[in-house]
């Protein structure tokens, strides 16, 4: 089998194409694993499609199926592109919905399914949360310095629920940082796309932030947002670390 490598501002996934849909949960697991195989944050499949250039099935690395992934959407788009399954502006199907993406050398942006509100703000363990749903479910909170970011507060919220949980911050230079923990890693992660389309569009919407803002990650590299009042573009640079085959 071959596979891929890809990076996509930290958060980095192994990718294949195949024909068949199959549970892939153990697989996902293996791959995934840092300490003894090759190691990612998920496990991408691409597949083909009837209704678009292709369809994924994309796993979390503890082997559970998530609908979407916003850094894996654009790594599996530049995947597709330079495996010659699409071309530069594409459509694919997640679980989501249909995901469309264009490529620009190494720069990828893709349109994400529109953001739902899934309930109003609430105060739990001394933050203010907002919950939207932007491919997935999010959980954000502002606060006026990242080192607040809790793993324990993170872990709870996460199981009570059932979400991803965001701290987010917008600089004096008008920059969104953004720090998540993540539901199927169940940690920390370098980065997340969805959760940084949560955390723009929370500032958007109840905040009246700038409708296109630059982001930054625990990762440190610079995503671009944008809401043009039904859909979130998301756009930064994708990574094609190696390419690798296993029996």
Not at 39 to 51: H, Q, R
Not at 103 to 116: G, S
Not at 190 to 213: E, H, I
Request: with cysteine.
């Amino acid at each position: 089998m071959q596979l891929s490598k890809y990076n996509a501002s930290g958060n980095d996934f192994v990718i294949f194409h195949t024909f068949k849909s199959l549970n892939r949960r153990e697989l996902a697991m293996s791959l995934c694993d840092r300490f003894n195989s090759i190691g990612a944050d998920g496990l991408i499949v691409i597949l083909p499609s009837k209704e678009c250039d292709f369809e994924w099935e994309f796993y979390n690395s503890d082997g559970s199926l998530a609908s979407m992934c916003g850094n894996g959407s654009r790594a599996a788009a530049l995947y597709a592109y330079q495996n010659s399954l699409c071309s530069k502006n594409c459509s694919f199907k997640t679980g989501a919905g249909i995901i469309k993406a264009s490529i620009d050398n190494d720069f990828v942006e893709v349109a994400l399914t529109a953001p739902k509100k899934l309930s109003e703000p609430f105060i739990e363990y001394g933050f203010e949360w907002s919950f939207y749903d932007t491919g997935v479910p999010h959980l954000v909170t502002f606060v006026d310095n990242l080192s607040k970011f809790d793993l324990s507060v993170c872990s709870e919220l996460r199981k009570k629920y059932n979400a991803n949980v965001n701290f987010a911050h917008l600089k004096d230079n008008g920059v969104l940082g953004v720090r998540t923990f993540e539901r199927g890693v169940e940690n920390e992660t370098n980065a997340c796309g969805t959760g940084m389309a949560a955390s723009f569009y929370t500032g958007v919407d109840r905040f009246k932030f700038n409708p296109c803002l630059k982001v930054n990650p625990k990762s440190k590299e610079d995503l671009w947002l944008k809401f043009d009042g039904e859909t979130i573009y998301f756009k930064g640079k994708v990574k094609h670390c190696f390419d690798t085959s296993i029996s």
